[in-house]
Nanobody, 121 residues
Framework: QVQLVESGGGLVLPGGSLTLSCETS????????MRWYRQAPGKERELVAG????????RYTDSVKGRFTISRDDAKRTATLQMNSLKPEDTAVYYC??????????????WGQGTQVTVSS
């Protein structure tokens, strides 16, 4: 059974930090690219950060560059999003995503249930 379980969300003051974790099971974690998305009320879900299999590459949306860091621990089957210098506009539900496209073009994609991040004074 595939599971992605996010944790670490909460309420934080502007300028504060949070660390989101995505613990996974039930699939070949090491072979999957991992991504964090977020969705704010009334807005579409947006890609925040991604990390390739083997952590060869990372990508960030412009609004979080220099503030957020994505990482992965294949031994623990966990992806992490370190968020620093948080701003009110970072408020959203954050989702963990795992995705793999194999040589035949078949795509496998899994989502977590989301964790709420609220940045407010």
């Amino acid at each position: 059974q595939v599971q992605l379980v996010e944790s670490g969300g909460g309420l934080v003051l502007p300028g504060g930090s949070l660390t989101l974790s995505c613990e996974t099971s039930g699939f070949g974690f090491h072979a999957f690219a991992m991504r964090w998305y977020r969705q704010a009320p009334g807005k579409e879900r947006e890609l925040v950060a991604g990390i390739s299999a083997l952590a060869v590459q990372t990508r960030y949306t412009d609004s979080v560059k220099g503030r957020f860091t994505i990482s992965r621990d294949d031994a623990k089957r966990t992806a992490t999003l370190q968020m620093n210098s948080l701003k009110p506009e970072d408020t959203a539900v954050y989702y963990c995503n795992a995705r793999l496209r194999d040589l035949d073009g078949s795509e496998y994609e899994y989502w977590g249930q989301g964790t709420q991040v609220t940045v407010s004074s």
